[in-house]
């Protein structure tokens, strides 16, 4: 089975950053591999370990996301893909699955893997968007995969418990970083993915419309998160306590 894996360079959310003027404003040396599309990455290397296959990764980003390609070659992967932009693009979720799409519509694969969000924006849109785009069956928020029968087995957490979905084959689907622990590369790895082929190609020279990378979203502002009002503290015997709670929760708070 093959696993071609989208990736992406982030900054390292545990770096220092500041918001000023309602801009966000981080080190733009400190960036890593996205902890999402890092378990995405062992989980296709670990069914392909077991069951036979390979993995491929695709990254778009300016030249120094090459350093997050070898990341993913280190790993285990064993091609990448790498799809240049100038890094000033103002591009969103949909302008990325335009991209892949276009990209991604002539390869040959199994199963797309994505992250189900990137830890810088969170947006978690771009891996359901490139499904729309190239009409293919899909999960999101895997929390396990098992192939079966040909069928990708997807064990995904839903919103009142797990659910177990079979997508038949080529499909997409998104892993959560709660699926596993990504390997750490060692140094045989480190220097293998040094001899191992990375494609590049510019989005500039993809037969994309340019309407099409347009941002149909935007940011525009940062702020900081409010600081949470104190709590009250209450003090007396317990059943005038909880009386007295059950009142506040009645009459202000309006949720009994």
């Known amino acids: ?14 770096a220092p950053f500041q918001i000023k003027d309602g801009e966000l404003l ?14 995405a990455v062992e989980e296709a290397l670990v069914l392909t370990e077991k069951y036979g296959g390979d993995v491929e990764v695709v990254c778009i980003g300016a030249a120094k996301a090459s350093e997050t390609i070898r990341k993913a070659l280190a790993m285990g992967a064993a091609k990448g893909y790498h799809i240049q932009t100038n890094g000033d693009e103002a591009y969103d979720s949909s302008s990325y699955a335009q991209i892949l799409a276009d990209f991604l519509k002539d390869k040959e694969y199994d199963v797309l893997s ?12 771009t891996g359901g968007m ?26 995904r957490q839903g919103d009142s ?4 979905i079979a997508l038949p084959t ?21 220097m293998a993915s040094k001899r191992k082929p990375v494609e590049s190609v510019a989005v500039s020279d993809m037969n994309l ?3 099409a990378l347009e941002a149909v979203s935007k940011v525009t502002s940062y702020s900081p ?26 009459t202000e708070a309006n949720v009994l």
């Open 225 to 250: 998160v409010p600081a949470r009002a104190a709590g009250q503290k209450f003090e007396g015997e317990p059943e005038e306590i909880a009386t007295k709670v059950a009142q506040l929760l009645d």
């Open 130 to 155: 490139v499904a729309q785009l190239l009409n293919l069956p899909y999960a999101t928020n895997a929390v396990g995969l098992e192939i079966e029968d040909g069928n990708l087995i997807v064990k």
């Open 26 to 39: 981080m080190d733009g040396d400190r960036m890593v591999l996205n902890a999402y599309d890092a378990s």
């Open 170 to 190: 080529p499909c997409l689907v998104t892993c959560s970083n709660d699926m596993n622990e990504p390997r750490i590369p060692n140094l045989k790895g480190i």
């Open 1 to 14: 089975m093959k696993f071609i894996v989208s990736i992406k360079m982030v900054p390292d959310v545990y």
């Open 114 to 125: 994505f992250g189900k969000q990137s830890q810088d924006t969170d947006s978690g849109l």
């Open 209 to 211: 419309d340019g309407a």
């Open 161 to 164: 418990g797990q659910e177990m």
